[in-house]
């Protein structure tokens, strides 16, 4: 078998390794969102195999992720019809994919959220090819009553499908654990780049932000995520207006893609700015007094990170990866679906800059020491090696040769 793939050693060097069992390394990634943190994920995780020297290939519907990983000079895209919620359109889906990954013959297959991992699982049956599944929070917390227990029924089963069931925290693998997904669960800690990470940034350089944003002056607050219930943007929505009659002059900035209620936004008043979907969200990031993360289901939030990294307090709900994120100092975390509990945390961080700056420079160190990003591509590299020889040892892959480079 071929060397281990690359890891940076601390100096910053890279060591390339494009082989694995002695021909050039061909990963197929498949997705269905295409925007948001599952895609910033998937994106990062492609350009860094790239940088490995490897065959990378992304499967997905048409969005921006394509348009973003065809500027990526050595990866693949391929397009892939497939629709957010499962349906009749399933069958269809598992008919093409399983197309296309006969077409692209992959070594090793990773696939992301749910819809892929349901259909991915299927397509990849009898195909010879180790495959992984990360489900970037659990299926079966988007649903409750029958369809839950059917969600949970299908991820115990299909994490038999798979070698490996990847997860971004140890709250997400727990809750696995506790629904009787134990097949194969691996914890990758999700990562952000640290080479921005900084101390709490001053009142001067907001102001500065601020103004080449065109956001008003006075205490803000910036929520990041894609406009759904997942989210929870309707939760901060509804604790918006208490929120400023005790804060009269703040803002609340949404970024993401999506549509809000119309009657909720006329409750909250002009107070609260739509932004829409941003490629760089860490100007706006920086521009804020406190960051808002109101979910109620996540595996592990990038967007959250983020804010660490620009060095931002964080007022969170208590879903996975929350805890794990924001620690004892870097903001604080309530409980989810209140928004009555998002009140004073916000209003005591908009009141008092001192203890939002204290905890976003604590924020800022502690991703660095506990989540960067490159630390996560090296696992998931190792990961990879591990499923791979090991597949091959036990004849899950085919006989067949990969395609060289």
């Known amino acids: 078998m071929g060397s281990d793939p690359i890891v940076r050693p601390a100096n910053g060097e890279v060591r390339r390794e494009t082989s694995l069992g002695g021909h050039s390394f061909h990963v197929l990634h498949v997705t269905q969102p295409t925007h948001g943190g599952v895609a910033a994920y998937v994106r990062g995780v492609i350009e860094d195999q790239v940088d490995r020297g490897w065959r990378v290939t992304l499967v997905s519907p048409m969005g921006s992720l394509q348009e973003q990983v065809r500027k990526v000079q050595g990866a693949s895209v391929l397009v892939w019809d497939a629709r957010r919620d499962p349906g009749p359109s399933v069958v269809r889906e598992v008919r093409s ?113 601020r103004a080449e944003l065109r956001l ?103 879903v996975d990866g929350m805890r794990e994120s924001i620690g004892e100092s870097s903001g604080c975390v309530v409980p989810p679906e209140d928004p009555d509990a998002l009140v004073p945390p916000i209003v005591a961080r908009l009141t008092d800059p001192e203890l939002a700056a204290v905890e976003g420079s604590s924020a800022a160190r502690r991703v660095c020491e506990l989540f960067d990003v490159g630390r996560t591509h090296d696992t998931i590299a190792r990961l990879y090696q591990e499923v791979y020889r090991t597949a091959a040892i036990g004849g899950v892959r085919s006989s067949r040769q990969a395609v060289p480079a």
């Open 216 to 318: 008003p002056p006075g205490p803000l607050v910036v929520c990041v995520g894609r406009m759904c219930e997942q989210k929870g943007q309707d939760l901060l929505l509804a604790a918006w207006s208490r929120i400023i009659e005790r804060v009269p002059s703040a803002h609340l900035v949404l970024i993401g893609e999506g549509t809000i209620d119309a009657r909720l936004q006329t409750r909250a008043g002009p107070s609260v700015l739509l932004a829409g979907p941003q490629e760089d969200v860490f100007p706006w990031l920086s521009a804020a007094d406190l960051v808002v993360a109101p979910s109620r289901w996540e595996g592990l939030s990038l967007a959250v990170l983020e804010a660490m990294a620009a060095g931002r307090s964080v007022v969170a709900t208590d």
């Open 97 to 209: 994919l399983r197309l296309l990954m006969r077409a692209t013959r992959p070594d090793l297959i990773h696939l992301h959220s749910s819809k892929a991992g349901l259909v991915g699982r299927l397509a990849a049956m009898g195909q010879g090819v180790p495959t992984l599944f990360q489900p970037h929070g659990w299926s079966f917390e988007a649903v409750t009553g029958f369809l839950r227990s059917m969600s949970v029924s299908w991820e115990r089963l299909g994490a038999r499908m798979c070698q490996r069931v990847i997860c971004v925290s140890e709250a997400e693998g727990e809750r696995g654990r506790r629904a009787g997904v134990r097949a194969g669960m691996e914890v990758v800690l999700s990562g952000v780049s640290t080479d921005v990470a900084s101390a709490a940034p001053s009142a001067e350089h907001r102001s500065a932000v």
